[in-house]
């Protein structure tokens, strides 16, 4: 059993059960204190038993080894980088070292898109790598673009999903989302083991591409992970003020912050969903 904090898939949970805490989880909401960077009120999910065993090790590990595992995993990730960060990623692709890898959609994500709860139009996944939450959320009345600037995660997707029911729906491109100019804005981004996968120094430049890639009214879903106090990385420590602080100046809003109870595994506690309106554009600064 591997019992990293990028963890191996364990069977999905029923989707009664995911609408079932669900629902619960958005009664829970409660308010927030306003932060630093936005002046704004947040929600805050309120802690929530889930309703499903997702993991074997779930509720198991102690604080101590759940850190010890952590770092563990961040040194085999970052062995294969070098300091040199578009070359590691590939490395890991090709050396089949990819442990965030789900196999299957993120289940907060599906849960979204059953609820009919997902903006429509042009969606982007950045650094999508197999692709399964681009394909989970493409659909006729919304067009998912997935990007990942390893080759190797690329093809790989294309291969998994070219006879997919809904291919006329989603594309696979491999690009460098720091350098990419499509020709069209999207109306919603979906940020999951991104943000935490570039080094913090790039979070600025994150957050601009982000802001310069969205309409006007467009929506940055990001599942922000790990929330935790480790050294290093990828994957680095996130938490929601190192979201607040390079997306606010930009003209973000918050709309909801909230636990994920549905995070898989070792990741449970660990991941909290924002939902960030773009109420004004770049040149408003
Ligand atoms: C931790 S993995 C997460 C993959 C996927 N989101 C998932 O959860 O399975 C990070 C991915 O980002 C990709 N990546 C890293 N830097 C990138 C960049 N500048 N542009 C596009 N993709 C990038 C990597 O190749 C890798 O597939």
């Known amino acids: 059993m591997r019992t990293l904090s990028f963890v191996p898939p364990p069977p999905p949970p029923s989707s009664a059960s995911i609408v079932t ?3 619960r989880a958005l009664r829970l909401a409660i308010p927030f204190p306003s ?3 936005c002046n704004l009120s947040r929600k805050r999910e309120g802690k929530v038993e889930a309703s499903t065993r997702m993991a074997e090790n779930d509720g198991k590990d102690d604080g ?3 850190k010890s595992k952590l770092a563990a995993h961040v040194d085999r990730i ?3 980088f070098h300091g040199q960060s578009t070359d590691g990623w590939e490395k890991c692709w090709e050396q089949g070292f990819t442990p965030w890898d789900l196999g299957r959609p993120t289940p ?3 849960q979204l898109y059953r609820m009919g709860a997902l903006p ?3 969606a982007l996944i950045p650094g999508c790598g197999t692709g399964y939450d681009v394909v989970s959320i493409a659909c006729p009345e919304r067009y998912v673009v997935g990007i990942d600037i390893s080759e190797i995660a690329i093809k790989r997707a294309i291969q998994l999903f070219s006879s997919s029911p809904n291919t006329n729906h989603f594309i696979f491109l491999k690009e460098d989302f720091f350098t990419w100019h499509p020709t069209e804005l999207f109306d919603l981004i979906f940020d999951y083991t991104f943000f935490c996968a570039i080094e913090p120094k790039m979070r600025v430049a994150w957050a601009e591409r982000m802001s310069g ?3 006007p009214e467009g929506e940055l879903i990001t599942l922000m992970f790990p929330i935790s106090d480790h050294i290093g990385g990828p994957p680095y420590k996130v938490s929601i003020s190192d979201y607040e602080e390079v997306l606010c100046p930009l003209g973000f ?4 912050i909230m636990d994920n109870e549905l995070a898989v595994g070792p990741r449970k506690g660990k991941e909290k969903i924002g939902r960030w309106k773009k109420i004004r554009s770049n040149s408003s600064l």
Request: hydrophobic share 35%; proline share 4%.
């Open 108 to 110: 907060i994500i599906q």
């Open 64 to 66: 101590v080894a759940s």
């Open 21 to 23: 805490s669900s629902i």
């Open 253 to 256: 809003k918050a709309i909801s």
């Open 120 to 122: 429509k139009g042009r």
């Open 35 to 37: 932060s630093p960077y």
């Open 213 to 215: 890639l969205l309409r």
């Open 78 to 80: 970052r062995q294969r």
